[in-house]
């Protein structure tokens, strides 16, 4: 029953998770600067902080409380990982939801299996498994196997956007896509994947801070509201400082009061959007608590996720006009990255 609850929360967290971005396309007359900031101020700073009052109201005293190391490095990965959240953004606004999210989020689900056994590996900890000995025993072997089959994925999903590329003509991709580019869009969904990865680490990372919290008799299925706390910080500030400069390089400050726009309607679907995004970990806490693996429990989030962005994708009709053969291609890279993901579940789960 426990593990039924926890991929029940997985779905509904990966369901927000991949249906967050559909407000903000929904927005009109605002830079993408100026309505990723303020939805992104719902996702890292006011939700979060009024989840985890709600939930453990001895929040802030936790984190007084926990040792400067650990807030340290999981601030720092909230830095390394905002990088990676800002350029997911990027990512969706160049490719689409479906072919954005799949390589992204491919990448991110590989990633983030790994990320901790090669920090193991340079800084050895008690009880934690390095990537040497990922490739001794059988569970790390699939995990490494489920990576590779994972690259493989993408891959052929960026085959599948080439053809589109090549099939469709200007008006047709941007009638779905209005600022579709494949090469800038692979660039950074890549190098966004890769990043993303550090959130799983970060959660690792603060740890300590949601063990206090059920300690203190709080309930565990809300622990990991504590560490949030800390690691979105680190999001907020790399993602405030890149979209300020922005809004000073394009002089699109003013655009939240611009004459003529629907300000009021874009703030609420940006806030909308924000805590869609911020529901996503409130619900993978809850799941981890229940599957109490972090390893697979993120991958059966990046799974969710991944289908349910491409299933708006389909809605948004973003594979419309290209070939039989290409859309093959793009459903075979999408079920090529889902067995990866289920590989490297499976290996976690072994270990």
């Given at each position: 029953m426990q593990v039924l609850f926890g991929i029940l929360y997985h779905t509904i967290g990966g369901i927000a998770s991949g249906s967050f971005?559909?407000?903000?396309k929904k927005v009109k007359d605002w830079a993408w600067e100026v309505f990723w900031?303020?939805?992104g101020l719902f996702s890292w700073l006011f939700i979060p902080f009024i989840a985890a009052w709600l939930t453990v109201p001895n929040f802030s005293a936790i984190i007084a409380g926990a040792d400067g190391g650990v807030k340290s490095f999981t601030y720092a990965m909230g830095l390394l990982w905002g990088i990676g959240g800002l350029t997911y953004g990027l990512g969706v606004r160049y490719l689409g939801m479906s072919l954005g999210n799949s390589v992204v989020l491919g990448f991110c689900s590989a990633f983030g299996a790994l990320v901790p056994s090669v920090y193991y590996a340079l800084v050895p900890v008690e009880g934690k498994t390095t990537i040497v000995e990922m490739a001794q025993n059988t569970g790390g072997q699939l995990v490494l196997l489920g990576v590779l089959v994972c690259l493989a994925g993408i891959a052929i999903t960026g085959r599948a956007g080439l053809l589109k590329e090549r099939e469709l003509?200007?008006?047709q991709k941007t009638a779905s896509v209005q600022e579709f580019s494949l090469v800038k869009g692979l660039v950074i969904a890549v190098f966004s994947g890769i990043l993303s990865s550090f959130f799983n680490f970060g959660i690792e990372a603060g740890k300590p801070m949601a063990?206090?919290?059920v300690r203190q008799g709080f309930n565990p299925l809300f622990q990991n509201n504590v560490?949030?706390?800390?690691?979105?910080?680190?999001?907020?500030?790399t993602n405030a400082v890149w979209c300020l400069y922005l809004m000073l390089k394009n002089k699109t400050f003013g655009d939240y009061f611009k004459t003529g726009a629907p300000n009021g309607r874009n703030a609420l679907l940006?806030?909308?959007a924000g805590t869609m995004w911020f529901l996503q970990f409130f619900f993978y806490g809850m799941g981890e608590s229940k599957l109490g693996n972090g390893a697979s429990s993120w991958i059966l989030h990046m799974a969710t996720i991944i289908l349910t962005a491409n299933l708006w994708g389909l809605y948004l009709k973003e594979w419309q006009g290209v070939?039989?053969?290409t859309f093959r291609t793009f459903l075979l890279g999408l079920g090529v990255i889902l067995v990866s993901i289920f590989l490297v579940g499976i290996g976690n789960s072994i270990n």
């Open positions: 971005y559909m407000p903000f900031l303020f939805g003509t200007e008006a063990d206090e919290a560490t949030y706390i800390v690691l979105l910080w680190g999001g907020l500030t940006s806030a909308l070939s039989k053969q």
